[in-house]
């Protein structure tokens, strides 16, 4: 079993920025990615970024550019930095974790104002 744990939600206005991270524990081996996703209400949970195994990035079209995500392997922590926030990036974010399986983390809130 993978346990997520996320933090750095909150309330900010729009043009801010917010710093999310998501850190796993348990039984962690190999690892394929850990990435971010986001829903909100009456939509689809959507992939937000990811960073796979090797390294590589794969972003949402609608947050490149404003949108940064890094992983430490060595402390299995994934952060996703938020820049120039719109308000049409509110949604609650979960961290995704995925080897042979697929875990998620509880979500957390993000909101921002215009």
């Known amino acids: 079993q993978v346990h997520l744990v996320e933090s750095g939600g909150g309330l900010v206005q729009a043009g801010g920025s917010l710093r999310l991270s998501c850190v796993a524990s348990?039984?962690?081996?190999?690892?394929?990615?850990m990435g971010w996703y986001r829903q909100s209400p009456g939509k689809q949970r959507e992939l937000v970024a990811v960073?796979?195994?090797?390294?590589?990035?794969i972003y949402a079209n609608s947050v490149k550019g404003r949108f940064t995500i890094s992983r430490n392997n060595t402390q299995n922590t994934v952060v996703l930095q938020m820049n120039s926030l719109k308000p049409e990036d509110t949604a609650v974010y979960y961290c995704?974790?995925?080897?042979?399986?697929?875990?998620w983390g509880q979500g957390t809130q993000v909101t921002v104002s215009s």
């Open positions: 995704r974790y995925s080897d042979s399986g697929v875990y």
């Open positions: 960073v796979t195994s090797g390294g590589g990035t």
């Open positions: 348990g039984s962690i081996f190999d690892i394929k990615a």
